[in-house]
């Protein structure tokens, strides 16, 4: 069973995941009707920045797991995702090795256990296990601020 409901659609994933596709036929697809094309816009390398920036606020949580894929996503667009409400686009970040480590910090400190854990596992891999020791400190800190009265 495909997730195309016929050959346009198709068309238009392709299109939108294509790095020579031109900038304002990216702008035209972040709009589009179906989650899975904006998706491959918000993967593009070659996405502005301000169709980026409007893809943030994207309804479905799979346009801003997109977001978080791109290699050339700005710094403040990753910032804003790190605080994202879904838990799933908070994950997909924490899977990131080349996050900046505040990010991951923070991350890791995530209200979300599975999200928490995901980005201290990837501290590790990315910093050793060394590295990991004062973020572990760390989630222990916010979750006894979280916890008392």
Do not use: C
Request: net charge positive; glycine share 4%.
């Amino acid at each position: 069973m495909s997730i195309f409901n016929n050959l346009a659609d198709f068309t238009r994933y392709i299109t939108a995941g294509n790095p020579n596709t031109p900038a304002p036929v990216l702008s035209r697809l972040a709009s589009d009707k179906q989650p899975y094309v904006r998706r491959r816009v918000a993967e593009n390398p070659r996405t502005p920045q301000d169709v980026l920036f409007s893809l943030v606020a994207d309804p479905s949580p799979d346009v801003r797991v997109g977001l978080s894929d791109n290699s050339r996503a700005p710094r403040w667009i990753i910032e804003l995702l790190a605080q994202d409400e879904s838990p799933d686009v908070r994950y997909a970040l924490a899977e990131n090795p080349l996050l900046p480590p505040h990010i991951l910090w923070q991350l890791a400190g995530d209200e979300n256990p599975y999200v928490a854990y995901r980005a201290n596992q990837t501290f590790r891999l990315a910093f050793g296990k060394e590295g990991a020791k004062p973020l572990a400190a760390a989630r222990r800190v916010q979750r006894k601020k979280k916890v008392s009265p």
